[in-house]
T-cell receptor, first 110, second 113 residues
């Protein structure tokens, strides 16, 4: 059974701090890695994708991938209250459907 | 604007009744997916289709059926065999293989009454 594991949280950070969200996956053949943000009652929204080892930055977001450790993370710099949401990690092999983790709930306090 | 449209937004089902959830996309994506989300849970795959007239079961296909007669449409039927259908249902689409990530519809919240 292919699995994607995330700490459910809640992860609480003050406004302006760095939020760090982590994800591990079981399938070594995984090739594509994604972070989705989901506000309560809404559908997930793609915020980051990463395909090779290392860091990928997009604005306040940085995704980090370490395939040897089967680990992917998301850093959110200068966290804002509007970042409060559930963050879903998703992983796939080529040609297969995404497998999602259960999500980490982030709460940013002002 | 391109996107995915799910309807209805809210749906109520009586015991023993089949209901169909609609999913339409105009993104010209080949692949489409159905996921179910329960409170505090991640997304679990019900069915997916990589091409018209072909689809595969996901992890929780029992009690559900789908069809893919057109590229744009991937309806999901929740049958009476699905014993616990109350959930948030999400449809998504992607380019072939899904390696570019998914675009999601706004979801359908199904409740058994």
């Amino acid at each position: 059974q292919k699995e994607v594991e995330q700490n459910s949280g809640p992860l609480s950070v003050p406004e302006g701090a760095i939020a760090s969200l982590n994800c591990t996956y079981s399938d070594r053949g995984s090739q594509s890695f994604f972070w989705y943000r989901q506000y309560s009652g809404k559908s997930p929204e793609l915020i980051m994708s990463i395909y090779s080892n290392g860091d990928k930055e997009d604005g306040r977001f940085t995704a980090q991938l370490n395939k040897a450790s089967q680990y992917v993370s998301l850093l959110i710099r200068d966290s804002q209250p509007s970042d409060s949401a559930t963050y879903l990690c998703a992983v796939s092999q080529a040609g297969t459907a995404l497998i999602f983790g259960k999500g980490t709930t982030l709460s940013v306090s002002s | 604007d391109g996107g995915i449209t799910q309807s209805p937004k809210y749906l109520f089902r009586k015991e023993g009744q089949n209901v169909t959830l609609s999913c339409e996309q105009n993104l010209n994506h080949d692949a489409m997916y159905w996921y179910r989300q329960d409170p505090g849970q991640g997304l679990r795959l019900i069915y997916y289709s990589q091409i018209v007239n072909d689809f595969q079961k996901g992890d929780i296909a029992e009690g559900y059926s789908v069809s893919r007669e057109k590229k744009e449409s991937f309806p999901l039927t929740v049958t009476s065999a699905q014993k616990n259908p109350t959930a948030f249902y999400l449809c998504a689409s992607s380019r072939p293989g899904g390696s570019y990530g998914y675009t999601f519809g706004s979801g359908t919240r199904l409740t058994v009454v």
